[in-house]
């Protein structure tokens, strides 16, 4: 098991992310009536900042806030749309909580509107593919930008989901994701890669992404993973998102061994236990040598 590599990440008005030292704890805020895991929950803006603010004091580092639902099969929503859902809970968080908020879109004029609210870093799922303007935002904005692996969109990206090597193929994709971003004058110390688990990947794909996260090493970029509640985690038994927290726990282990420095849930109480049980034994598997 070879150390994770060390990153100071610059965000707009803040102290730079400290990336590798510990893994760092991302916690979900879904503002939409129809997310997979658990839609509606924080809908009502109130109802957003008192998730996240739970989330805080159980040892979130970084609150990702996202708008539309993107399942496999989801529906595009407006612009319009998007903008009435985050902004309202954005106005609410920013202040009240003191980690970096992320905003979950793909969407140029989503992303400018929620950075000029306070966020300060742009979880992009389509990986620069969907809104070619999104990459300039986030270059004039100076904030962070998490390029999601992904093929497609949501309603058809099981049609993408054809691989000879996972692995590769992932580290490759992104390896050109980052040269787009690059190409619009995004920095590249502001730049984080993530392998998409669930997107445009069957159950097969996912857990050979998760196998091969070593691979993404070579992009010398801050890992993030996102295995939260997906479908690949259901077995027998499985009842739907909810059912899937012992599920989570095993891939989050598996994605910190692998060399991730974020990983993303919808739950932290316990998971975090989890978290900090797997950092104990990375750090001694790269100590004890």
Known sequence: MLPRSRYALPLPGRAPLQLGVRTLVMGVVNVTPDSFSDGGLCFDPDHALAHAKEMEAAGADLLDVGGESTKPGAAALSVEEELARVLPVLERLVGKV????????Y?????RAALDSGAVIVNDVSGLLHDPNLATVVAECGAGLVLVHNRGRSRNMYRE???????????????????AALDAGVSRSRIMV?????????????????????LLASLDRPILVGPSRKSFLGGVGDTGPNDREWGTAAAVTAAIMGGAHIVRVHRLRGM?????????????GTTLR
């Open 161 to 179: 989901a054809v691989y000879r090597d996972v692995g590769a193929e992932v580290a490759g994709d992104l390896d050109k994701r980052i040269a």
């Open 98 to 105: 003191q980690v970096p908020v992320s905003i979950d879109t």
């Open 194 to 214: 993530d392998p998409g688990i669930g997107f445009a990947k069957r159950t097969e794909h996912s857990y050979a992404a998760l196998a091969t996260l070593d």
């Open 107 to 111: 969407k140029a004029e989503v992303a």
């Open 272 to 284: 975090v236990q989890a978290i900090r049980v797997a950092d104990n034994i990375r750090r001694h």
